[in-house]
């Protein structure tokens, strides 16, 4: 019996909506993860791209254990002699809560070309409302 190896032209992507206030933020990224690399289907192949497309909503309503609001920092650096920002959890997601789904996700995924692309079918939108209900998303509970 022969490996099966997938081919570019037998990719079918499907759309999935998943509500972020239904699970704390390391769940929720483990699950936005397998769903962008295509670890859940049956055709995955680890060089073939062939994840399917994660709408999220309710990004605003994220919820954690623990003290992590508080206690869990971003770090960003402008280049400059000084130039180290530091954020609290909480202020990231008052300020965008998609800078915080994104950064968990991408912390989830192999660093190697396909994470651009892999990323790049990742949608999340603050409130219940969002642009893609002409592709029929299946929902993830």
């Known amino acids: ?82 130039g180290l920002t530091e954020l609290k959890l909480e202020e990231v997601i008052n300020k965008n809560p998609r800078i915080a789904i994104e950064h968990a996700v991408k912390g989830m995924i192999p660093k190697n070309k396909l994470a651009a692309d892999r990323l790049g079918r990742l949608r999340v939108f603050d409130n219940t409302e969002h642009t893609h209900t002409a592709q029929n998303p299946k929902e993830i509970k």
């Open 1 to 82: 019996m022969k490996t099966y190896s997938q081919k570019g032209s037998e990719i079918q992507r499907e759309w999935w909506i998943i509500d972020a206030s239904t699970m704390p933020l390391g769940k929720l990224a483990v699950i936005i993860a397998d769903k962008l690399m295509g670890k859940s289907k049956v055709t995955y192949t680890p060089h073939v791209d062939n994840g399917d497309y994660v709408v999220v909503i309710n990004a605003k309503n994220i919820q954690t254990t623990g003290n992590k609001m508080v206690d869990k920092k971003y770090y960003r650096h402008s280049g400059f002699p000084g």
